[in-house]
């Protein structure tokens, strides 16, 4: 799959610049030129680009140059020389500047273009290779038991097709990873995987983020801004909690799933893209559709093949691989020596209710490693780390309440008791709850929580 690019071309004569701006846009790409190294760098510093096209005989600073003034500030972006003027000193020269290619003018359009396409080729493998080595471990689905078992039988029917997924758990499951994983299984794993978290961006900014935008488009888009479907091309882009997107912003991605073509804010035509769209969400869309808080017809388009998460508590069986993988992953990022957790650190890990889920648990291995002596996690470790939360205080009178009525006041006693735990710092109690802060203000207001009285409240106040 042909993969877009944004190039610049830096060349004095305008012809050259004409020509080969003209090239690239007809074979897909957007060229941007500049007809000194001065300016080049000016450009560089503000705008991204996948490659960098330059001359080596200029005016004033020549292309080596500003290739040595490109690698000193550590930019990463190939860079491919041309000159009419080439000898093998100059080549040698430029291959230790660290140019990736060197070519000879006149340079055919052919050649040119296939010398793009292998740049571009081998700074996709590159950044795979930096990413394979980062998420090494850290992206790994761990299960044992049958939930997980019926699950990822369920992802590997799916991953190999183009129906686009909508994913369902509570917040902290795993949505992530399994949408990782279907990208990764399927044919567009040489793709690049992009995410956007819709809770996590304003109102006002989603649809640059989505979309882009065009370099004075609004105030302050002091640059061009490409957006997540075209930085996706050719992978998986996938949408976290959707069901947070506003009404407004609905309909305009419900066009982009129907037309298969995004619009740039500030843009002049539309801009073809080819990309898989995953979704998740913590919500139930079927309860916003009918409330009128989320499209039908989005709802219909992004629906098609649900994957429910199952919540950590309900697969207490896999808790024992969780943590040993944890545990594992903790101490090759610190460098730290192994550590063993007792059966009975181990148990009382499973009896715990884990509102954040899996994301909690994972917080809770490595707070039990810091705490930990003797090269061992025990039950006297897990109870430091690990405080019972207060009961929701139900009796047997309330047992005519609604399930929901009971499940939000059990919801506000552990977050009560958590803010309390932590002083009421708001950021500290999410992390320990294994929630993202703007969830946890989310939640808190839901439930009647008012965290900005509460963080007002002496520490030692009585709640």
């Known amino acids: 799959m042909a993969q877009k690019a944004h190039l610049l071309i830096v060349d004095d004569e305008a012809n050259t610049l004409a020509s080969l701006s003209r090239a690239f846009r007809l074979a897909g790409h957007e060229a941007t030129v500049c007809d000194n190294a001065n300016k080049a760098l000016d450009l560089i510093r503000t705008q991204h680009f996948d490659l960098i096209l330059s001359d080596v005989v200029m005016p004033g600073k020549d292309g080596l140059a500003l290739l040595e003034d490109i690698k000193s500030q550590g930019v ?4 491919v020389m041309m000159s009419g003027q080439a000898h093998i000193e100059m080549a040698v020269r430029a291959t230790r500047l660290g140019a990736l290619d060197f070519l000879e003018k006149p340079i055919s359009t052919e050649k040119l273009l296939l010398t793009v396409e292998n740049a571009l080729r081998l700074q996709r ?4 290779n930096r ?3 980062q998420r090494l471990g ?3 689905i761990v299960w044992t038991g049958d939930s997980m078992r019926k699950l990822m039988a369920q992802v590997e029917r799916v991953a190999a097709s183009e129906t686009r997924v909508c994913i369902l758990g509570e917040t902290g499951t795993g949505k992530e990873l399994v949408a990782r994983t279907l990208h990764e299984k399927s044919p567009r794993a040489g793709g690049t995987f992009v995410t956007l978290n819709c809770a996590a961006v304003p109102a006002e900014l989603i649809e640059s983020e989505l979309f882009g935008h065009e370099k004075g488009s609004f105030t302050g888009a002091a640059t061009r801004h490409i957006g997540k479907f075209e930085q996706a091309e050719g992978g998986t882009l996938f949408l976290d909690e959707i069901g947070d997107m506003p009404l407004t912003m609905q309909a305009k991605l419900l066009r982009v799933l129907e037309e298969g073509e995004v619009e740039r804010i500030g843009g002049d035509k539309p801009v ?7 979704v998740a969400t913590h919500r139930n869309l079927e309860t916003l559709v009918r409330e009128g808080k989320f499209r039908q017809d989005l709802f219909h388009r992004i629906y098609v093949f649900p994957l429910t998460l199952p919540v950590l ?5 896999d808790i024992p691989k969780l943590i040993e993988h944890f545990a594992q992953q903790v101490c090759s990022q610190n460098g730290w ?3 063993s957790f007792s059966p009975d650190a181990v148990h009382a890990l499973q009896a715990h209710s884990w509102p954040g889920n899996v994301r909690e648990l994972r917080n809770v291995v490595e707070r039990l490693m810091l705490l930990a002596t003797d090269g061992e996690v025990t ?3 897990v109870r430091i780390a690990l405080p019972e939360p207060a009961s929701p205080h139900i009796t047997v009178s309330d047992s005519s309440s609604r399930l929901a009525d009971r499940v939000q006041s059990f919801e506000r006693e552990v977050i009560l008791s958590e803010l309390k735990r932590n002083n009421y710092q708001i950021t500290k109690a999410a992390k320990s709850l294994g929630l993202e802060r703007s969830h946890l203000y989310k939640k808190a207001e839901q439930l009647g929580i008012d965290l900005p009285a509460l963080r007002r409240e002496p520490t030692d106040s009585s709640l």
Do not use: G, Y
């Open 313 to 317: 508590r309900e697969r207490k069986e």
């Open 125 to 128: 493998l590159e950044s795979e």
């Open 131 to 133: 990413q394979l080595r």
């Open 272 to 278: 073809a893209v080819n990309v898989r769209v995953i």
């Open 76 to 79: 990463t972006t190939p860079v």
């Open 138 to 140: 850290k992206h790994e």
């Open 337 to 339: 020596k192994p550590l």
């Open 379 to 381: 039950l006297e470790t």
